[in-house]
């Protein structure tokens, strides 16, 4: 079966998926693509031989249309996700579910009427090599329970849009899922805490910043957020257990040594970094929608991961208060 897949949003990150799909991926094609900007829609059409729409309700209800891909502005994912989910439509949406915890509420009831799990989250670090590496090392057990976790999300530069809100519903979003699927726990508490700031940051944006957090059992987990660096972009994760400490190698493909010294090439942007977890994770929804399956992470994943965002970011308004997740009972429907 080839899955023939509707793209909503045809920026940057939804061009990204149509080249993999099209030109790295088996078993799927593009064949309609929606965006409120018509053009930015016909371009990515044309490009695939497939249909344009100027909403994600069109291409929904196309019934060419096997599955949805969405990659628009997290704040309105909310209405084509559910959309999909009425169509009986498998949808993959990427990260974050939504802004909002009460949004994502609405899609887990709108995904739990439709009787099955359809939605998956784009949190693509859990398809990473590295970091599925670490998760066999924390389940194993060999090392004893985890006591505490460092996080390193370091960017060399972001746009002049960019705000101190998306420094945790943007990019700390990404070890927030991350450390809830690793440790297998969720998270009962955060706080941010404002560090000296780099001069490298444009007017308004408040950065870098630290985000504290605790699992149910206790488990520290810390986050550095520091993304005007200049000279890569680097994920760094070092995970704490009782006899031993497992540090993700991402970067250490290769060192050169020389007059110069002992160095080894630096990513520049999460593309290079984490393109083969991007097609890993594309595919697999693709084998699974061909197979009438979910994959991945669920929309409950989606929520609890919301949660915590909007506790810290509560936690940044008020000066690093730590704050607690208000979490509902997980229903046995994502157990």
Known sequence: MTVNIGLIGCGGMGRAHVKRITEDLSGAQVVAAADLNPQA???VAAQVGGKAYGSGAELIS??????????????VHAPDVIAAIEAGKYVLCEKPLATTAADCKNIMQAEQRAGKKLVTVGFMRRFD?????LKKAVDQGEYGPVLMVHNRHRNPTVPANYTSRMLIDDTAIHEIDTMRWLTGEEIKAVRVDPVRQTSRAHAGLEEPIVLVMYTDSGIRLDDEVNVNLGWGYSIECEVVMES????????????????NGNRNAICTSHIDRFKGAFDTEVQAWINAVAQDRHTGSTA????????????????????GK??????????????
């Open 300 to 319: 409950w994943d989606g929520y609890a991961a919301t949660s915590v965002v909007d506790a810290a970011l509560e936690s940044q308004k008020e000066g």
């Open 322 to 335: 730590e704050i607690a997740i208000q979490l509902i009972a997980k229903p046995a429907f994502y157990n």
């Open 41 to 43: 829609a016909e371009e």
């Open 244 to 259: 031993a400490a497992a540090r993700l190698g991402d970067q250490e493909k290769m060192f050169i040594r020389d007059i």
């Open 129 to 133: 090599q590295g970091y599925n590496q």
């Open 62 to 75: 196309d019934p060419n249309v096997d599955a949805v891909l969405v990659a628009t502005f997290g704040k």
